[in-house]
Structure formats: C-alpha cells, structure tokens
C-alpha cells in the first residue's frame, strides 16, 4: 500500500488514512518489557527488537501483540515499536540500523529492493478486500462510470515511490487503480493524469472542486468521511477484478540483520502469526484503534477492514511486482520476490 504520506489531525468522520495516524500518534513508542528469556533455535534473541511502523489498520496486529503479551510469549523479551509519518523513512530506519523490522507499503519494498537487494520479507501484513481503497467522485457529477474518468485528473494518496513527473502511476494504490481502469479505458488509461496530495487534501479538494479534480482515489476511513461530509459516491473499487485481494503491507527486515538474528526473527514470526490469527476475529481490531490512532470507536466500528493473512504467498507477492512493472514503476529490473521471502 508507496507512499510519503504527510500526518494529519484527526477530524470527524474517519479522518485518516488506513496507514495514517494523527499527528498526536506520531511521537507514539510502544515499549514492551517482559522478565523471561526466550528466542527460538538458531541464535540468540537480540536485547532489544525495534520495530518502524506507522500505527493504522494495516499495522493493528503489532499493537494486538502488544497489548496481549503475544511477543513476549513467543520468546521477544523486549519490543519497541516506533511510529514514522512515511514508508521511505521506515526503511530508511532499516537500512541505517535505527529499526530491525518495518511494516510498510509493498510498493515501497520492492522499490527499494530494485534499487539496493538488502531486504527480506518475515512476514505478510495487509491485504486488500473489497472497499478499502476506491475512486469516489461528488454527487451529482458528470463522471458516473470509470470509462468517463478518461482525460480527467484524479487526486491519488501522496505515497509516491516515483517522482510525480514520471507521467505513471506512482504509487502501489494508483497503481491499481490504473489496472482496474485499464479494463474501462484500455490504452486511453494513459489519459488519466494523477494528482498526488494527502488523503485529508484530496477530500478538500474535491469538495471545494480544486485542483481540477473529477475524482479522488482514497482508502478507508477517507471513503467514509467523504461520504458523511458531502455524499461523495463510488465511481471504481481500484482492489477488484485482477486487483482482488492485492497484498498491500508487509514486515521486512535488512539480509543483515536476519542473518545475525534468526531466532529473533523466527519469534517475530510466530508473533505476528498469532496476532494476525487474533485480528481476524470480530471486534479486535477495533478494540485496538480508538488508542494507537485516535479514532473514535464509532469511526473504527464503521471502518472496513481487510485481511490479515497469517503465511506469506509468493505467487500473491508477485502479482504486486508484476504490477508495478506494468505501470514502469522500476528503474531497475524487479526484484526476485522468492529470495526475499524468510521461511518461518
């Protein structure tokens, strides 16, 4: 799900973005300390295992296995979760040693894989289901179908692994949404020009009918807040058809640190394993998000949530590579998605 995405106060309605928090979480630091030693075979646990995320539904699990012991049941004695306000600085956090794991956007990853082969994926984080991330327009407006989107410029999350010049899609999201449109527009989905600004600022926009905007491409809460603030309306579910159930957000760690921590690595992954498992059971994530997000319970009851899978596919994996290279989203060849993936 890649993306420098700007922070931004909560607001009524489901004021940020399903990997956003407000700017009061973004000092958040969870720190889990626990009295026995652990660590699976195959190394020691290190002292202290720091995790990058930015807290959102996507990331819900790390704070499920905060709350309810998982990481320290599994043998991680001493967790610290930090949040970050993009994917590029939580794996910048990897790569220079200030976080052992990040949860971050797939299209990050394999983009920063393409550049510099360092990362290894432990486990899969986010999926996507139907209506978690979707092109919605205003009422009333001229643009009823995705074929009428055509020559029309279209606000997308500012998540952007390109530069914004690069005339494709610059991001895992719009990248979707291109290849559903694709099915609409065939070539004439090059006609679409998108306009990368935060979740909050595509709504205001189209509200205000800035910028230009026929449509903005936003994912939950920001579908349901544009809904309730002005009655915006769905023109295209961008995670349908070919894009169904796309993996969005996954743990990865540097080859370095895997290799010199496996059984801290190893425990990570059973953890999250079980807070996944924990996840998919009604009521738990929402539990969780009123705290480490500042959404208000309504807000989180109402928000559509994905999957959280609890085993990493690689033919899934490969969909989202052979995606982004559809849409010329590497500069260098794609990465080999098998080699990166750590076997639990």
């Known amino acids: 799900m890649r993306r420098a995405r700007g922070l931004v106060p909560f607001q009524s309605g489901r004021g940020f973005r399903a990997r956003h928090l407000p700017a009061a979480a973004a000092a958040l630091t969870v720190l889990l300390a626990a009295g026995c030693a652990g660590g699976g075979p195959g190394g020691t646990v290190s002292s202290t295992v720091t995790i990058a995320a930015i807290p959102g539904v996507d990331t819900a699990p790390l704070y499920l296995a905060q709350r309810d012991g998982i990481f320290t049941a599994a043998g991680l004695t001493h967790v610290v979760i930090h949040s970050y306000s993009s994917d590029s600085a939580e794996l910048s956090a990897v790569a220079n040693g200030q976080a052992d794991i990040a949860a971050s956007d797939y299209g990050d990853i394999f983009y920063a894989q393409?550049?510099?082969?360092?990362?290894?994926?432990?486990?899969?984080?986010?999926?996507?289901?139907?209506?978690?991330?979707?092109?919605?327009?205003?009422?009333?407006?001229?643009?009823?179908?995705?074929?009428?989107?055509?020559?029309?410029?279209?606000?997308?999350?500012?998540d952007q692994v390109l530069p914004e010049d690069s005339g494709d899609p610059i991001s895992l999201d719009a990248a979707a949404a291109a290849q559903v449109l694709t099915t609409y527009l065939g070539n004439d989905v090059g006609s679409v020009t998108w306009v990368p600004m935060s979740q909050q600022q595509e709504i205001a926009a189209l509200e205000n009918h800035q910028d230009g905007l026929a449509a903005i491409l936003v994912s939950?809460?920001?579908?349901?807040?544009?809904?309730s603030q002005f009655g915006a309306t769905e023109v295209l579910d961008a995670c349908s058809g070919s894009t169904a159930s796309l993996p969005l957000t996954g743990y990865v760690a540097s080859k370095s640190w895997v290799s010199q921590n496996p059984a801290a690595a190893a425990d990570f992954q059973a953890a999250i394993a079980k807070a996944q498992t924990e996840a998919a059971m009604t009521g738990q994530v929402q539990q969780v998000l009123p705290k480490t997000t500042g959404m208000s319970v309504v807000d989180a009851d109402l928000s559509t949530i994905g999957s959280y899978p609890t085993s990493i596919s690689t033919v899934s994996l490969e969909r989202v590579t052979r995606l982004m290279s559809d849409f010329n989203m590497f500069k260098a060849a794609p990465p080999k998605v098998p080699r990166m993936i750590v076997k639990p």
């Open 114 to 158: 393409s550049q510099n082969p360092d990362l290894r994926i432990l486990a899969d984080g986010y999926d996507a289901t139907a209506g978690v991330l979707e092109v919605i327009t205003l009422p009333g407006s001229s643009i009823t179908s995705p074929v009428d989107l055509a020559n029309q410029r279209v606000g997308v999350p500012d």
């Open 220 to 227: 939950e809460p920001y579908i349901y807040e544009a809904e």
